[in-house]
């Protein structure tokens, strides 16, 4: 569904990411890990085209996305982020249902859409459909923020760590939510984290980055059973020391 090839982004003398292959396959979770900095959220946006690659191409589902006219690709991806961006002038509804409006679907179909996914986002349409996003908790928002990045039937999902933010409960809960609706919809995404856990929960495959470059590309228990090098070695260090310390703790051994 979505290949990257040799995709590169430089700034002047700085190169962002560095000659990056990689595939996603439909319905697949692929995850962007990595520290700050090293290339993750440039290469999502590069995806739908909110940075241009300095050389190298990104096929969608087989067509250069060179060839799409950016806002007509964009409509067709679903975008959601840690910071949310809500318009706050507008209701929920009218937040969810802004790309559909774009792409001119009735105002009935609109209503019906909003409906549909706040209750797949366990948001209860009556009592949410016609509040202010000040009105709304933080997982309240960031979950109107992933039905409005499923509001006009994307089949590729981008995610930039977007519950990055929240509570460790509300985060929970949401990654819970996420993995029942991309597994019911089929999606294809592209989750950017830094956070190791977070990656092995909800990846299908893991991408790790460090300076804009590819380190190594492969599932969780691959990772975690055979890390190319220190680097990964060291990130997946954090997760299995964490499990350790729990195993221990319902064991009454403590730490």
């Keep these: 569904m979505i290949e990257l090839e040799e995709l590169t982004k430089r700034y002047a003398d700085s190169v962002a990411v560095d ?11 692929l995850v962007l890990l990595g520290g700050s900095g090293c290339g993750k959220t440039t290469t999502l946006k ?7 690659p300095t050389s190298g191409r990104v096929r969608l589902d087989g067509r250069d996305t060179a060839e799409i006219e950016p806002h007509s690709l964009r409509r067709g991806i679903g975008y959601a982020f840690q910071a949310v961006g809500l318009f706050p002038h507008m209701s929920v509804a009218g937040n969810i249902g802004v790309t559909p409006q774009l792409l001119g679907w009735p105002d009935a179909r609109v209503r019906e859409r909003v409906d549909a996914l706040l209750e797949l986002v366990e948001l209860e349409p009556a009592g949410f459909r016609e509040r202010l996003p000040h009105q709304l908790s933080g997982g309240q928002q960031q979950r109107v923020g992933l039905a409005r990045a499923l509001a006009a039937e994307p089949r590729v999902l981008l995610l930039d760590e977007p519950f990055g933010a929240l509570d460790p409960l509300t985060r929970d809960r949401l990654q ?18 830094h956070d190791m856990v977070e990656a092995l929960l909800l ?6 980055m460090r300076d804009g470059a590819l380190v ?8 975690l059973r055979e890390p190319a ?13 964490q499990a350790e310390v729990m195993e221990r ?6 730490r």
Excluded: K
Excluded at 203 to 208: C, F, K, L
Excluded at 216 to 223: K, S
Excluded at 229 to 241: E, H, K, N, Q, S
């Design 216 to 223: 190594q590309v492969g599932t969780p228990e691959q990772l």
């Design 176 to 193: 819970q939510s996420f993995q029942a609706i991309r597994s019911r919809l089929g999606l294809t995404a592209v989750f950017v984290t």
């Design 229 to 241: 090098g220190d680097y990964v070695a060291d990130l997946m260090a954090t997760p299995r020391r």
């Design 203 to 208: 990846g299908d495959r893991i991408a790790v």
């Design 46 to 52: 590069m995806i739908n085209r909110l940075i241009e």
């Design 19 to 29: 000659r990056l292959s990689l595939r996603v396959a439909a319905g697949e979770v």
């Design 249 to 254: 703790y319902l064991e009454g051994g403590g």
